[in-house]
């Protein structure tokens, strides 16, 4: 017999004998084993997503039975005050000089909170884009509150990009 068909014989055996497991792992795929795993996996997530769903439903259940059940009147929590207040459209002059303009409450917090160390007098601006506007100066006069960005800005007092904020604008809720 030629060699080239002893080989091949000898390949095909092999393959045959070997089974899909053997190349596939040689090739870096999942093996049966693999895939059995990940099956089990699958379901038991699924399990526990579907034990949740129903452990939420049955104390949605209790909730609504206890809800229809007439109590006591509670009576009513006080409403915590806000850290910092927001201006409304009334409160605002069509100029304002903003120190800064943030997303989170807390940077909002603290630069009111250093603005008033300085002495100045902050409104808070609520944006439409979901931005909070720290304004310092507000004025119906542009060139006042130009002057006074200038003025901050030359003391070193206020971030570099300080800006004037006019209502007309209409980005404020």
């Known amino acids: 017999m030629k060699p080239i068909r002893i080989f091949t014989l000898i390949l095909a055996a092999l393959v045959l ?3 899909c497991d053997r190349i596939r792992s040689m090739m ?26 129903a452990r939420a439903e049955e104390a949605l259940a209790v ?26 459209t009334g409160n605002l ?4 000089v903003v120190v800064g303009s943030y997303v989170k409450e807390y940077n909002v ?8 160390k300085l002495g100045e007098t902050v409104t808070v601006i609520p944006f ?4 909070t506007g720290v304004a310092v100066f507000t004025s119906n006069d542009f060139a006042e509150a130009r002057a006074k960005r200038k003025q901050m800005l030359g003391s070193g007092s206020v971030p570099s990009d300080t800006w004037i904020y006019d209502t007309a604008w209409g980005r404020h809720k």
């Open 17 to 19: 004998f070997s089974g």
């Open 109 to 116: 917090r603290a630069m009111t909170r250093r603005m008033e």
């Open 128 to 131: 439409k884009s979901g931005f």
């Open 93 to 96: 002059l069509r100029y304002s």
């Open 63 to 88: 909730d609504s039975v206890a809800a229809a059940t007439p109590e006591k009147p509670v009576a009513a929590k006080p409403v915590a005050k806000p850290a910092v207040t927001s201006a409304s």
């Open 28 to 53: 870096g795929k999942p093996t049966s084993s693999d895939l059995e795993r990940l099956r089990v996996e699958k379901e038991a997530q699924e399990k526990a997503l579907r034990d949740s769903i």
